[in-house]
């Protein structure tokens, strides 16, 4: 299994946008279409934080798949309605156009027991 985890800093006044956006998704009306959307790309982990910084808020993202690289490819590039809309909500809460590619992060540090 991989894991990737990242910040995106979103943009100034977009963070209800952000909250109400993963609350469809965790629970509410989105929420089977969220796990289908998942389950497609082969993600088997999806976590999502916001965190409040000097500089402005932050979605923090962790996500697990046998394949990571894969699982965003299918996000960026899903034609089903709600990875459309998903991608939307990217864009619109954080300025980042999945369809333009991911640099993932770099990992330094990775400590299990």
């Known amino acids: 299994m991989q894991t990737i985890a990242f910040a995106a800093p979103m ?4 963070t209800e946008t952000d909250r109400e956006a993963m609350a469809s998704c965790a629970n509410g009306e989105r929420k089977a279409e969220h796990e289908a959307s998942r389950r497609r790309a082969g ?3 999806e976590s999502v ?8 808020d932050l979605a923090v993202v962790v996500l ?9 490819g299918t996000l960026a590039s899903s034609e089903e309605p709600f990875d459309r ?8 809460v954080h300025g980042i156009d ?3 590619g991911f640099e993932p992060p770099e990992q330094v540090l990775d400590f299990r027991v």
């Open 11 to 14: 943009l100034p006044g977009k």
């Open 43 to 45: 993600i088997t982990r």
């Open 49 to 56: 934080w916001i965190q409040s910084t000097p500089n402005g």
């Open 64 to 72: 697990e798949s046998p394949d990571i690289q894969t699982a965003m």
């Open 85 to 92: 809309w998903f991608r939307d909500v990217i864009s619109d």
């Open 98 to 100: 999945m369809g333009a």
